[in-house]
């Protein structure tokens, strides 16, 4: 089976005036990868997402995320990607059942589709006994996991992550992988940003941004050879100290 | 289409979720609906007067007797000399001083006239004028009632002739200023809260960040805007069905005209308010930014709506600049179909404008609401 | 202390570096007095007014141009039946209608009394009084022409004195009035605004946690708006001084004195509604929606508190600006000292310390 690539970007800028947030990034992401977009805070990590997922405009280059253009078809990319914000946007005083039924709505599922997607959903998270609680009651790692379902609600060929595991503990991190390994399995494709090098780990196949462009691009098994350490970490130091 | 209907579900949800805000919504203006228009006039009463009389004739005590009588003047004491008086007036006991000579009396019936000194605390000057008249009135009634006492006693010379003014005050006979006043504070506690509540709305989600999350989905921008607006669209028809209702029970304020027809141009008002308050949240980053710039344009088009001050009173300038007040034709609509009982053509020249206002407004707003940036 | 002022430092700098907010914490005042100072009066002037003249005689041909020549009036129409007075009033444009009796003069001379009709829109109670008024005495004085040749006895001379404001300028109402609102609402408003967002943000537990005292913290994020707001007095009297004309009569360092007291009230105030909200947007609301029409029309600013049903006199009694339009009209404009003033500034502190004792204990009841 050939593997067709999702994400197509040749050369994506992104320019504020005077500063290169985004210079000239080129790379692609094959279906049912696990992407892991990695780079330091302020390394334009986010900037570059935020072109992908067609709510910024960029200022040079060309991309194409799930077949469309991100120039002219912005509108067609969401209809086919889910996203995942550093902030797990959820609505704090709409309950978790009433938080997936909204976004459903959104997403344009018939309401037969949102309810039996509700309810396995509650089933699978466990969440049965909190499903009429206000989210803003919950813990975070309840909400982070909650926020990923609803992005993956309308089943989309691509589901952006950014910074996804921020302030959770250890546990919650393993499980939200898990989620995230059951939901590649399935075909879908993961695009995920963190500074967490140890993240990294756990992704086919990585890219490390530093100040605008994409030092290096591989799967991490490859990266650590080539800088011949032991960790994605060392790896990161090493490129940073290469940099200067 | 169905989208919307999400959207509007989950606004009317978190409004009426949120416990703190339900009775500011809509306790709090109908309470001062009901409170401040009692407050409202411009009516001059219990004027703190009081008086010096160095005559002590029964001329003077009558005309002291006249003030007493009179239900604008309240006579609260009588002073000894002038200094004392204004002592008094300095520290606010006193409003209005009568100051009665020593040969008041004498000079009128030995030398047909005689002078009084009247002193009237002008800091608010629209009240002194207003005050003025009133004992103007007063010592008018009084010279007439003595002069014909005592021609009685002359030979007539040859009749003066008499002007008779008749008032007749249309709309509201009694001169009950709160028939004025309740619709007018209606159409304000309406248009605060719509705007107030549309303004902060969209930032509030900026600030949070759902509406980035919002975004990213497939949702067409207009759809979302009419989500988000409508609830207080209802929000604010609401309110001035419970204003209009109270109106009529409490202060029986009159509803010449057809309310059908009040509320048809108040459905196209409050586009007019809502489309102001996503303006001012494409603007702003906070909410207490988008909160300030509604307060700035909610003052000043309060203080230029012809509400407190009429609008003919002001320069040329100032009126023209008032053609550009929405809230300045949701009062004289208001006005006019409640009080005047006036129809649909009368009104037309305020709607075509509010229509305008309205369309251009929203354009203005949906255009920069930007999904994308 | 270096601490405190180093937080203090901070609160500056939110303020100074929300631009937007900051140009509408100062053009606010400005906006208003100009306002009120050039736009807003309830005098009238050029009033559209129609003549219905079923006589068309010397005496009313000339009373009609005597209304014309006036200042405050403009004859727009003339109408020619009884039927047309209702059209143009609901039209709106037309304020009043003189409807002279038919045979005018002929009565005046017969009879020796002539009628005249003075009908008015009186939606608005107060302008309709005024016009009637100011033709009434129009009328009356043709009415004395008239009677030149007559002795008239028995004269009275009323000799009126207006003091303290001998020109009747309304600018001695509203800068006094304006300067009272703005500090109320700017120093309750955001104090509220800006203690809660810390709360929402999740930043005031990390103050709270710091090695600034709970006192401190709040002291510091109100003492930069004691600063703001007293710029903003500052230029509203200013612009008063200047644009206005507006003489001060009395010690403006008193003046600036009891503007600080009335600061802190207002400051006071905006702690406790923080107090009693969890979020910014309800803070926001209580501050502007409680407090604003409430300020306006019961401190005395537009509209006499003399003049309002008793009840409300009493409710007048605890909004705090009603003390200080007095203050200040007192200061400003009738040039009188602490002397006169102590009853009001005495209030003024108490509720400051009643507003402060109440915001501490329901702090306190919330840590528990």
Redesign the interface.
Known sequence: MKEENVIISKGLTKRFGGFTAVDAITFEVKKGEIFGFLGANGAGKTTAMKMLIGISNPTGGEAMVAGFDVHTQQDAIKKNIGYMSQKFALYDDLTVAENITFYGGIYGLSRKQIREKRTKLIETLGLGEIAHQLVGSLPLGWKQKLAFSVAMLHDPQIVFLDEPTGGVDPITRRQFWEMIYKAADEGTTIFVTTHYMDEAEYCHRVSIMVAGKIEALDTPKKLKEQFEVSSMNDVFLRLARNIE | MKVIGYIIQKEFKQIFRNK??LP??FV??LL?LL??S???????????FAYIDEDRSASSRELIEKFNASEYFDVKASYVNYKQASEA????EVSVLLHIPQDFERN?VRY??????????????????VE??Y??QI?QG??KK??LE??SF?NG?????????????????T???K??MVPG?LV??VT??TL?LSG?NIV?EKEIGTLEQINVTPIRKGEFIIGKLFPFWVIGMGLLTIGLILAKLIFNTPMLGSIGLLYFYTSFYLLVILGMGLLISNY?D????A???A??FV??FI??SGL???I????KW?QW?TELNPIKYFV?VV??VM????GFT?ILPQLIKTLAYAFVLNVLAVWSYKKVS | MKRFLGFVRKEFYHIFR?K??LF??F??PV??IL??G???????????IAVLNQSKDVNTQEITQKIDASKYFTIKRFLTSEKEIEEA????DI?AVINFEKDFSEH?IKE??????????????????AI??Y??SI??S??QQ??Q??????????????????????V??FVPGVMTIILMLVSA?MTS?SIT?EKELGTMEILLVSPLSSFQVIVGKVVPYIFLSMINAAIIIFLGITVFKMPIAGNLILLGLESVLFIITSLALGILISTM??????A???S???L???VI??SGF???I????AP?QV??NIVPAKWFI?IA??IM??G?GLG?LWKETLILIGMTVFFIALSIKKYKIRLE
């Open positions: 703190g805000m500011i919504i709090l203006p001062q409170i401040l009692n407050a409202a006039t411009y009516e001059v009463k219990n004027i703190l007036m300095l520290k606010g009128l047909k006239k005689t002078d009084l000194s009247i002193t009237i605390d002008a800091i608010d000057g629209a009240a002194a004028g003025s008249g004992i103007n010592i009084f010279n003595i002069r005592l021609l002359s010379n040859s009749k003066p002739v008499r002007i008779e003014t008749i008032p007749s005050f249309w709309y509201n006979t001169l009950d200023y028939t004025f504070i304000l506690l605060m809260i107030f902060m509030r702003t906070t909410q207490q930014q909160m300030f710039i307060w700035f003052v000043i203080l230029m407190f001050t009429p003919e009173s002001m320069p100032a600049f004289e006005r006019m009080l005047k009982g006036a009368d | 929300d937007r907010s509408i914490l053009g606010m906006a208003q306002l009120f050039f736009a807003i009066t309830n005098e009238i002037n050029n009033v559209d009033f609901k039209k709106g304020k005046l020796g009394q002539g009628s005249i009709q003075i009908l008015t829109d009186a939606t608005d109670p107060n302008t309709a009084s009637t008024n033709i009434s009328i009356q043709y009415q008239q009677n040749g007559v002795q008239m006895d028995y004269q009275i001379h009323p000799e009126v004195r207006m003091v303290y404001n001998p020109e009747l300028k309304s001695f109402m408003m605004i967002r909200v969890k979020t910014q947007q309800t926001m609301m209580i502007l929606m409680g604003m029409l409430p029309l019961l537009i509209f006499p003399s003049s309002m049903p409300l409710i007048s007095t009209k007192g404009l009738k009188v006169y």
